[in-house]
């Protein structure tokens, strides 16, 4: 790694901080999160996996034994996530900034993914909330 790319890859892009809190979480998506060349259909895929940390603009959640094509988070797609925190769920709707293979070698272990929230439920209050409980 270069001076550059070390310099570039340790400046804080997030907005808001990031807080390690693991939930459940149910991602739903179209057919083109396994193959963006897949026809277009109405009908949605639910996809279980679990939160890494969460912030008021961004979450990172795990979703197990899924291979992504890796495509489908550069183009700006939106997906449904309901989140089960232990005040209450919320839905959200995100857009993938950073998919990444959880094993490289074996990418049908599942993947990483780090979103953008692009909005939330009416439960916007709920969430807050939760984020300001676990900083204490």
Request: aromatic content about 6%; proline content about 4%.
């Amino acid at each position: 790694m270069t001076r550059v790319d070390t310099i570039a890859s340790s400046i804080e892009r997030r907005q808001a901080q990031r807080l390690n809190i693991n939930c459940d979480a149910e991602l739903t998506a179209t057919l083109s999160i396994l193959d963006t060349e897949a026809p277009t259909s109405a009908d949605s895929l639910v996809f279980l996996g679990r939160t890494k940390d969460l912030s008021a603009g961004g979450c990172a959640f795990v979703l197990p034994s899924l291979q992504i094509d890796e495509r489908f988070c550069g183009e700006g797609s939106r997906l449904r996530l309901c989140l089960y925190l232990p005040t209450g769920s919320v839905q959200l709707e995100v857009t993938p900034v950073r998919c990444q293979p959880l094993n490289p070698e074996n990418t049908a272990r599942g993947y990483f993914i780090a979103a953008q929230i692009l909005s939330i439920d009416d439960q916007r209050d709920v969430y807050d909330s939760y984020l300001r409980s676990a900083t204490k």
